[in-house]
Every structure is written in structure tokens, then in C-alpha cells.
């Protein structure tokens, strides 16, 4: 396969930056402080640097194989056979992802906005724009995602600060919750859990051999987790300043309930929400966009498929079926989390497997080398 | 094209009567074709044949007839290099033996002279036809700046655009494109500047078109455009030759064609959509604002309507209670639903907008007396639509007539309909989606190997300052990248002005 | 030319399926409800929509709406006349149920187009209600509805609220509005702090502290008048503040914009006074462990000017001393209102909150809200007061 060098390193802290901001930031702030307390937020911090360095595992492989994507490489290491099984595992995993993902957006849409209008026809219209959009190359891909980064960011940024005026410092206290009474495993779950919302970044396995240049991978990877990570953290202590621990509980979208407590003084608009719930939509679009694309590359990869494209359509009904699965929104909550948990050890553990191999490998080969005194660099 | 059978035939005879016999059938019923038979000094016969209107024929009698008669017909000079040297004095001359060639020659509007004993034609380029003067264009008027336009003669256009740039690697590629017409068009590039790759792509298809006839310069865009299926226009096109050397000297490429004065620029990007030429020659801060009031005006003009529809249909919570009051007061009269009205409107405006284009200008002025007046306060007095209506879709129009480019403002105008219609269906939820099927369609869009939204997606650092703002002159010392090829420096850098300088 | 046939195939199937509109509600079509008042069923019959199942700690409530009817209000200068000055711009509907959906219910019954509470701008609850069975089946329902708005104003009312609902106040045509440009105003003036119906919840939901709503009356049937605030325990009102002593609450609470003119006697002159408005208010609270007992502290700082003095000595070289008095005052005045909510064991300060924040281990060891209640009730408390005297208007004795 070659590859046409066509992604700037901006472009790669951008498409990351914004594919890992999702469905998630509505609901994650109740869903971590229900386990840790105000010690959430320093476990929003962990997760961020917990997606980061799987990120440089990441970036350490698609350094030593330049010109060949994660799935490319993958092979070489483990062999066809086990690395199409993991593949394999991959594709489905970030499959069920982007369907889950999906199902939340409709289940948000339709308690919030759109109550009569039925979940399919909504989520038809946003699978619908993720499948026509996956059909591009990983330049278009990551020129979507860059292009969306203002658009996700700001109006976050905005709803935080318009929040900010009804934010009580007494709700944030105990900053340093994590080493008083927080149970160890609450803490290491809500880092677990924020972390599996960080998964996107995986999306750069794929992209870092299109790159220019790629020794700058590293850097934007990094920038582009904290960018996310940022908003997340950014995210949930504005909500917890404003609504404190135990009213959080009572919120099944914090988010949203922070744009609804936003009101901008002397506006014609009085409320946000629906702003925010609609701009809302592109980051929804990213996140998905990107599992989905995911997912594809990794099943065409697994089929040997020359092209993705054939594919793009094909995943549609699947995503479709999937999303119907859970029965109601408890069930939908429990099953992203179990699964964001279970991906954790794919998304996390199949780099860091191929990055030991690898390091094994390399130490093989400079060991084979060194008699003959041939220098070896990389 | 006809075919001859023999070779011999085609060749030219040294008897003019053999040539005359052979030329009599061919211009048969064609009426503009003048064959004119000169005695010089009794000494010489001359055929000279050519289209009427299109040959200088002032130059065939004072100049060639002239000189002829004053030359002495004995002499060292040959017959040949004699009627040679009073051709080359009217205007460029080639010789041929080819019949068919002569043929070409005079409907390609030049003079064709046979001369008894010789079996050769002469072909002089002496065009001379009555063309529209020079004037400032209709479509991109400016209050500062240069006035001229480019007219529908080729050269004319070219001559101007040379006197702008007078360089020799600003360089006009000639390309005939047309089995019937065969028009000439011409490829403005400089040298250096311009990007290869774009250049090759340009020739290409522009040289792969086959047509009947090229009347316009839009047949060649239809052909030469990347997503042919776009509602986006990929090729920009101007009358003004400054903007073409404008973009010329950011690498790009004109297309300029004998019959239409408009000349074609690619690679066009989206940003260039919504410039106009007078963004060039006024202050920077004044032309940056109207950059921004224009995309806003360009945003406003898809998504007020359906934003109004949004709203007062699907989330009337979001806006002050007193204007939903009043918005319920308006409406409470009117029997259609919001969406419905704002469709109608909608088709109403564009109808309007339509009659009064095509129109004479007279007329054209009645049917906005008549739109404005009779069926907007009318039909709001008589309880048919809402007043808001008619001002979200009045106000959208409006917007939509600020956009510089026309063939740019209309595609967005076509946009208004799918948005208002999720915007119907799904509200504020249905703009979204709108909104992001038309960016990743944006996104997606190239014109000639560069992508449609640089140099924001990709976003191109030094670029994009250009795209948000007007640059002042002195700032922008480099060429777009991916326009531009090798050269990038335009503007050698630390030229602001100052009071130390 | 394919592709083109193939989305027109897409299209002609896909648009019946999206001309749905099920979300599609003209503005003309809801019964746009501005305010709404809870009272409860004393004699009469309650009516009971949603099955005999339906029940709640109070006997039942009586909802009265107060909807919007958009042809009665007027556009402008020109349509001035389509509403007489007789005709109200609101419709007032009232219906029983056993509880606040059973009555919403009932109200749906009444109203032609469906019930859309986006605008909802007012609760008002009966104070009767609030102290009685308390206002947490209200808030559930309140909570629940995607419509309402968490910055909508929830207030307790002295006496009947639908009273409040059927005023017609001379300066705007629609009462509801006329209510929120009141607690909205009082606000902005620093007269009562922003306790919206969002951060009742968020208080209400802490366990170290206790809400507060504004409390309003309606006198002569038109004019609505703000009485202080209503102050919450467990969600039932166990007491309301007068402007006076909401006064001192802000003062104690940080809440900088100040607003209150609070008369003061002259120095020297005990036979008149000086009125003193404040600008500008700072405070700070510390609460002190001494391993057995906790203490706290306030202290504020309060900027004032002079704005009216009675009798003829001159304020010029009285203003040390009126500063000192004022302060003095000021702290009692905070000293009794903390009395007063100990006396109710509301911690309408976040005392509680302070120390689960600032204090951790000392919260664990208290953790419960009744806990909680029965410490602050003997809370010892310091106030502590600055009061500086800025300006003295244009006049300058």
C-alpha cells in the first residue's frame, strides 16, 4: 500500500484532540464522582495520563515502522494469524463502540430535545453522515476532524465560562479527595472508566505513517490527549463547582444540566441548551466517525480488502443492530462501562504486547548484528 | 471535416483561375466570404479571398495593393519574396502549398492571397473586427480600483493582461479546443510561480475536451471540474483582469477564451468565494471586517430561515418569552404551518428574485414594487403568512445578495432548501446535521489537487491569517503553499512602513 | 448519471420516512404556561386522572396556571387596540390532583393544546404547603421535566399562590413576567440573592447546608411584595428571614452586590438617624477545631454610603462614629439570625459544607445530615464586622 505523506502534525493533535471528546462528557462527570467523590476530577487527570502514555507506545511503534499502520505492522510482529484475531477483536470492539455511542446520542436526543421523534430515525441520520464520511482516505479523515476542533471546543469552553458565575469553591473541596476517603478502587475504576473514553486515540495508528513528518507524532499525540483530556478536566470541575457531589448524583446528564444553568446576560437566547445539545452533534459525529472509521480499517485489513470503502455500508445495519441491544438507559450505562473497561486491556494491552515484542525483536536483530560490527541506527 | 481523395488536389495550382474553380464550390453558400480578384499594374494577378467584417480591409488596399503597385516589377527580387515583403508589411504572413490549409486560413479570419504563377497562398493575419469597447464590468464593480474589463476578443483580453505584467515568465498557452467553433483558448500562468502539478493537471483536461462548440466560458468549467455532481462552484470565474493577475502571481492558473469575458481561475478555494476585488484596494481593517460580515451574511443567508423554523416549531424555550409571545401573536392568524410558510416564502423570493434578473430593467423595478409591496404586506395584512416569516426569509435573501461571486452565492441559495427541510423534521437538531453534512462535504471538495476549505482544513499556518483577514500588502511575504510552486517569496519582508524608513 | 438515479431512488424512499415532523409543534399550538401555583386541597373534590394509585404526603394540590393566550397581547404601537385593556393576556386555569403530574394531568384535561412548560418562569408554592408536607414531590416533578428550567424562579408564597397567579399588576401586561421582573430586579439591586430553582436543588442535595427560596406575598390582589426569603430544612420551610435579616445573610455569605438601606441612629442625636446603603460587601467564614468542639467566624466587610440623615448635625465628623455603631449593629444583627436558624437547625449558611470540604476526616466522623443538624443547632459563632463609610451623596455635610 503507499502511502501519500498528506497529514501535517497539526492535523494529528487536532483529529485526536477532537475524536476523543464523545457521548461521554455528557454523562461521565456523575459516573465518576458517584464512585470517587471530588477526588473525580484528579481521576479525569490520571485517565488523561494514563491515554497518554498509551499513546507514546504508540507513537514509539509507529516511529519504528514509519511507513506502516498499526494493523501493517501488527502483522509483521505477532504474524497474520494472531494479529488478524486481534485485529479482528479490534474491529468489533471499537464496532460496538461507535454503536454504543450512537445509542446514547439517541437516548439523549430523544429524553432532551426530540421526544416523539423515534430513536432509529435519528440515529439513521448520524450513522448515515459517519458511514458516507468514512468513505474518505485518512488525509480527508483527518482534515474532518481538524476542521471540527473549533466547534466541539468552543461552545464547551463558552458553556464553562458562562457557569462559572454560579460556581461555589466550598463544592470542589476536597481537592485531594483521592488520598482521604476514597476507596483505592473506586479510584482506579473512574480513571478506568474516564480512560476508555479516551480510546480514540488509537486513531493514530492509523494515521501516523501519512504523516510528513512523522518524528512529531510524538508531540502531537501528547498535545492532542491533553487537549481533550483538558476539557475533560475543565468539564467536570466547572460541574462540580456549580451542582456539588450529591446533586450530581441526582443528574443523569451533568453536561447538559451545566449548558442549562448557563444563561448569557443580555442575549437574545435564554437558553443554551439546545445550542449546546446541537453543536453537541459534531462531537458525537467525531468520536463515533472515528471508532467507526476504526473499526472499518481493521475489518478491511483483517479481509485483505484493497480498498475500506466496500466495507463503509456493510457496517451499517451491524452498528444499527448493536445499538438496539440494550434494553433500556441503565442497561445502555452499565454496558459502556463494562465495555470501556474490557476494550481497556485491547486498546491498551495489544500496543503494549506488540510494543514487547518489538523491543525483544529489535534486541534480537542488534544482538545478530553486533559480530559483524555493522552500525544500526533505529 | 471533408476528406480529399487525391493528394495532387490539394496542392495549390500556379493559375489562379484553376485555384478560383477549385475555392467556388468549397465557399459555396457562404456569404461572408469575399474573393476579390486584383490586377496589379496589368502585369500581376491577385485572388485575394477573406471574411467580411473580420479582415482589415482598409490594410489589403493601402498597404499590400500599395506597395505591390510601387515596386518595380523588374528587378533581382522574385514574384514571390515581392508580394512576401508587402504581405509581411500589412501584417504576419505565412506561405503554404496546402489548399485545405488556405481554407482553414480564411475562415480562421485572415487574408488569403493567390497570386497567378505562384502555387502558394498567402496567408495574412491582419483581424480586424468590431468589438465592445473596454468598460468597467458589469458583475464585479468596484469604487476604488482599476475600471477595465476584459471584452469578448481574445487578444484584446490578452493585451491587456500582458500590459499588466510584463514578464517573459508570465506565460499564454494557446490551446483550440471545438471541432466546429475551434476557439481559441489560452492558459495565463507564471512560470516559477505557478504550481507544476496544477499546470499538467489544467492542460490536460483542458486540451482532452471534445466538443462541437465552446460558447462560453462555462462549457470548459463543466468539463474541467473536479465533483462535477457539486452544488459548489470549483472554478472561479472574474471579468476583471486584475484579479487574474492577481492570482496568476499566487501561482494560479487563467483560463482566458476568445468569445466570453470571463476568464476561468483555478485552483479556486472556498475562502476566494466570498472575496471580491475590492477587498484588495481598500484598507486591510475595513476589508477585513466585511470578510467576516460577508461569511456571516453567507451563513445567515442558509440558516436564518430554517433557524427561525427551529426555534419557534421545535424549541421556543430558547428565546424570551415576550418575543414567543409576540412570534404566537403573529402566527395566530395564519392557517399553514411554520415550515410550509417558510418553503413558500422561500419559493416566492427566489421567483421574485428570478423575474426581476431576467427582466428588462424597467420592468425588472415593477415586479420588486410588486413583490415587496403587494404580496408582502398583502399577504401579511390578509392573515396568509406571518410578518416574521417574511422578514426571516427577506433578511436571508438580502444576505444572500452580499456574497461577491454570484455563481457562489446561488449554490448556497440552493442549500436554503434541504437545510429547511431537516430543519422542518428534526429542528435545531436538523440545522446540526445540515451543518455537518455540508462541511463534510466542504471538506471533501478539491479543485485541482487542492483541497476546497485551505487553508483552513488543512490548515496552512502562514495561509491562513489570509483567509480570516486582509492581510496588509507588506505581512503577506510569501505565496499560498499549495498553490505556488518553487518561488514562494512575494513580498520581500520588513517593508512596513514606519517613520524611521 | 447513475449516482444521480440512485440518491433520486434514495430520496423518494427515505423522505416519507423523515416528513414525519413528530417533534413539530407550532407556537400558536402550546399552551404556553408562564407561571404556575401550587396550593393544597383543603374541602373541595380532588380530582384524580392518573389511577387510583396515585398518592403523596399531602392530601392532594391544586395547581392554577397562568397560559399564555398570544392573540390578547399586543405587537406594538400600531396593533395597540386588538386587546382592550380589560381583556388579560393570560388565561388562568386551575385543576386538583393527588399529586403534581395527577394535577398536570388534570390541567391537560382542560387545555385544548398540549401543555408546554419551557417557559415556565415561576413556582409559586403555597407556604402552607411548604411548611407542612414540604416542597420534595414538587421539586421531583419539577426536576424530571426535560421543559423546566433550572434558572426558573421556585418561591414560596405568603398564603394562597393563586392568588399571585390572577393579579394584574399595572406594569406589565403579563403578570408572571411582572413577578420575575421583581425577584430579578431585587437581585440585580442586592436585595436577595440568586436562588434560583437550580440551586435550591444543588443546595438541597448537599448535606452540610440548607436551602433558602425567596418568599413573597400578595397583598390588595395586585401588588406582589417580597417578604425575605423561606428557609428550607429536609424540604420542608421551618422559617422565613425578613429583608432585614436577609440582609445579614448576604452580608455573611460573601454575596458582594449589597443593596440595603438600613437606618441607623445619629451619634450623639438618639433622636435621628442616618440611613446607610451598602455598595460593595466582602466576607470570609473560618470554622476552628479545637479537637472537641468546632467555632466559627465570620468576617465581613461592608462598604456604605450615606444616604439620608435626619436633624441638623452634619455627617462630616460623625462618620468614624457611625461606622463604629453600624458595625456593631451589623454584627448583632448577624448573631440573632444565626439564633434564629439554630433554632431551626437549618444551616442556611454551608457551614457544614465548609467543613466536609476544608475538614475531611472531621466530615466522616459526622457524615449524615441529621448529624449534622443537631451540631450546627449549638454551633458557637463570632461575628465579626467592618463597616467603612465611602461617600456621602453630592451633599457634603
Known sequence: ??????????????????????????????????????????????????????????????????????FEYADHLVGRILGGVFLFAI???????????????????????????????????????VVVASRNDVAKFTRILTFYMPIVYFPALVIVALSLKNA????????????????????????????????????????IPFMYQPQRAKKSVLVGIGLGGALYVLLIYSALSVF????????????????????????????????????????????????????????????????????????????????????????????????????????FGYPLLLFLIHLVKSRHVAAKKRPRRVGTTS | MRRWSDKSKQKIRHSVRENQQYLNPVFANLSDVVQRKISISGTMECLAVYLDGLVNVQLLDNVIIKSLLNTKTTG??????????????????????????????????????????????????MKAWASRSIEEPASETVIRGPREGFVETLRTNTSILRRKLKSRDFKMERIVIGQLSKTEVVLCYIEGIVNPDVLREVRERVSRIQIDAVVSSHYIEEFIEDSPYSPYPQVQNTERPDVVVAAVTEGKVAILMDGDPFALIVPMTFWSGFQAAEDYYERFLYASAIRWLRFILLNMSIFLTPLYVALTTYEPQMLPTNLILSFAAAREPSPFPTVVEAFLMEFVFEGLREAGVRLPKAVGSAVSIVGALVLGQ???????????????????GIASFATPRYNFGISYRLLRFPVLFLAGVFGLLGIAFAFLAILIHQVNLRSFGTPYMTPVAPIVLPSIQDAMARIPRWGLNKRPILTAGRNRTRVPAGQKPGPRK | MKAVWWLALTMTFTFPLLTGCWDRLEIEDRGTILGLAVDPVLGEHISNLSGPAAKSDARGYKLTAQVAIPGRIPLGPGEGGTGSPSEKPVWVVSATGKTIQDAMNGLQQQLADKVFLGHLRVILVNQQLANTVGIVDIQDFLRRNAEIRRLAWLVVSKGAA??????????????????????????????????????????????????????????????????????????????????????????????????????????????????LRGTNRRSRTRVHHDGQRLSVDVYSRIEVNIEEKTGTRPVDTAIPQIADEASQAAAQGQLELVKKTQGWKADIFGIGEYVRGRDPELWKTISTREKWEEIYATLPFRTHVKVYIRRSGMSAR
Open chain 1, 168 to 207: 461555589k469553591v466550598a463544592n470542589l473541596m476536597p481537592l485531594l479527595a483521592t488520598f482521604h476517603d476514597v476507596p483505592f478502587q473506586n479510584t482506579v475504576l473512574s480513571t478506568g472508566i474516564v480512560t476508555a473514553l479516551f480510546q480514540n486515540f488509537m486513531i493514530a495508528g492509523i494515521v
Open chain 1, 91 to 129: 474491529g468489533v470492539y471499537f464496532l460496538e463502540l461507535s454503536a454504543l455511542a450512537t445509542r446514547e446520542f439517541g437516548e439523549v436526543v430523544v429524553t432532551s430535545v426530540l421526544q416523539r421523534t423515534p430513536i432509529p430515525v435519528t440515529v439513521l441520520v448520524i450513522v448515515l453522515l
Open chain 2, 378 to 396: 398583502a399577504a401579511v395584512d390578509a392573515g396568509l403568512v406571518d410578518a416574521p416569516i417574511v422578514i426571516m426569509v427577506a433578511l436571508g
Open chain 2, 76 to 125: 533581382r527580387k522574385s514574384v514571390k519574396d515581392r508580394v512576401l515583403d508587402a504581405c509581411r508589411a500589412a501584417g504576419k504572413t505565412i506561405t503554404t502549398t496546402d489548399r485545405p490549409v488556405a481554407v482553414d486560413a480564411v475562415l480562421d479570419a485572415k487574408l488569403v492571397l493567390f497570386v497567378d504563377g505562384l502555387n502558394e497562398a498567402f496567408i495574412v493575419e
Open chain 3, 162 to 275: 393563586d392568588k399571585a397567579m390572577e393579579a394584574a399588576p399595572k406594569l406589565e401586561r403579563v403578570p408572571t413576567l411582572y413577578l420575575v421582573g421583581t425577584l430579578d430586579h431585587a437581585v440585580q439591586m442586592g436585595k436577595m440573592p440568586n436562588l434560583f430553582l437550580g440551586n435550591y436543588w444543588s443546595v438541597y442535595s448537599a448535606k452540610g447546608q440548607e436551602p433558602l427560596l425567596p418568599y413573597v406575598s400578595v397583598r390588595d390582589g395586585d401588588v406582589i411584595r417580597i417578604e425575605g426569603l423561606a428557609a428550607f430544612r429536609g424540604g420542608h420551610m421551618v422559617g422565613a428571614l425578613d429583608p432585614l435579616e436577609t440582609a445579614s445573610y448576604m452580608e455573611m455569605t460573601d454575596q458582594r452586590r449589597a443593596g440595603y438601606g438600613i437606618a441607623y441612629p445619629m451619634p450623639g442625636d438618639p433622636e435621628h438617624s442616618v440611613i
Open chain 1, 244 to 347: 456539588g457531589t450529591e446533586e450530581m448524583k441526582n443528574l443523569l446528564w451533568p453536561t447538559l444540566e451545566l449548558a442549562k444553568t448557563a444563561a448569557m446576560p443580555t442575549f437574545f437566547l435564554e437558553r443554551l441548551d439546545p445550542i449546546f445539545l446541537a453543536v453537541w452533534v459534531t462531537a458525537v459525529f467525531c468520536a463515533i466517525y472515528a471508532a467507526y472509521y476504526l473499526s472499518i480499517q481493521a475489518f478491511s485489513h483483517v479481509l485483505r480488502f484493497q480498498d475500506h470503502r466496500a466495507l463503509c455500508f456493510m457496517g451499517m445495519p451491524l452498528v444499527f443492530t448493536l445499538a438496539r441491544l440494550p434494553s433500556n438507559i441503565v442497561d445502555l450505562y452499565t454496558v459502556t462501562k463494562m465495555w470501556g473497561l474490557i476494550g481497556l486491556t485491547l486498546t
Open chain 1, 1 to 70: 500500500m503507499n502511502k501519500p505523506k498528506s497529514v501535517t502534525s497539526l492535523q494529528l493533535t487536532f483529529s485526536i484532540g477532537t475524536s476523543i471528546i464523545g457521548v461521554g462528557i455528557l454523562a461521565f462527570p456523575r459516573i465518576t464522582i458517584s464512585l470517587a467523590d471530588t477526588g473525580a476530577p484528579m481521576t479525569a487527570v490520571f485517565a488523561v495520563l494514563c491515554a497518554m502514555l498509551g499513546g507514546l507506545v504508540l507513537v514509539h511503534l509507529g516511529l519504528a515502522y514509519q511507513d506502516e499502520t498499526l
